[in-house]
């Protein structure tokens, strides 16, 4: 049960869009199109974003989107704006039937 | 409205037991999978355990089994989770959350110390 793998940190201007990665294995992201994001401002919990790789939950923002290639997820911002600054977090569905998430990242609009 | 609400956390001292529970309202709890998910301070998501609508297929990560149990009660729209032998590194913010194979709703949390 290894954590799925993030960059710790991305940034970018306001305007601009920024890719994060999740990188886990075949039993997890690779086996699975059960990939989920999560945005996390401080002192909140959870927002579902993204799921099953490239679907919006209702009322989330269409600058949000999500692709997948192998065992590499992919969250994407565009347009980016001073609330977007937060925490996200990636998950998966594994091949033991529990769940995995990423390491977090963190992302600083400048 | 879905809503779900954490209570039971507290200070315990190592080795102490704790049991904490997920109030469930706005839609029909018996019908999803729930889940806890923990957050030490200043630290990632760790998923905890799932149980399935019916309690028919439960699963705890590595670092719970043999120490938590989760359950529940559909007819008290209710979600436990029993911990025992409690160390320090189980101290965090336990979420719990709707969904087997992506979290759409999650509490705001409730906060477990384990500390002497």
């Known amino acids: 049960q290894s954590a799925l793998t993030q960059p710790a940190s991305v940034s970018g201007s306001p305007g601009q869009s920024i890719t994060i990665s999740c990188t886990g294995t075949s039993s997890d992201v690779g086996g699975y199109n059960y990939v989920s994001w999560y945005q996390q401002h401080p002192g909140k919990a959870p927002k579902l974003i993204i799921s099953e790789v490239v679907n919006r939950p209702s009322g989330v923002s269409n600058r949000f989107s999500g692709s997948k290639s192998g065992n590499t997820a992919s969250l994407i911002i565009s347009g980016l704006q001073a609330e977007d600054e937060a925490d996200y977090y990636c998950?998966?569905?594994?091949?033991?039937?529990?769940?995995?998430f990423g390491g977090g990242t963190k992302l600083t609009v400048l | 409205e879905v809503q779900v609400v954490e209570s039971g956390g507290g200070l315990v001292k190592p080795g102490g037991s704790l049991r904490l529970s997920c109030a469930a309202s706005?839609?029909?709890?018996?019908?999803?999978?729930m889940n806890w998910v923990r957050q030490a301070p200043g630290k990632g998501l760790e998923w905890v355990s799932s149980?399935?609508?019916?309690?028919?297929?439960?699963y705890y990560t590595d670092s719970v089994k043999g120490r938590f149990t989760i359950s529940r009660d559909n007819a008290k729209n209710s979600l436990f989770l029993h911990m025992n032998s409690l160390r320090a590194e189980d101290t965090a913010v336990y979420y719990c959350a709707r969904g087997q194979l992506r979290l759409d709703y999650w509490g705001q949390g409730t906060l477990v110390t384990v500390s002497s």
């Open positions: 998950g998966s569905y594994t091949s033991s039937s529990t769940l995995v």
């Open positions: 149980i399935s609508s019916s309690s028919g297929y439960i």
């Open positions: 706005g839609f029909t709890f018996s019908t999803y999978t």
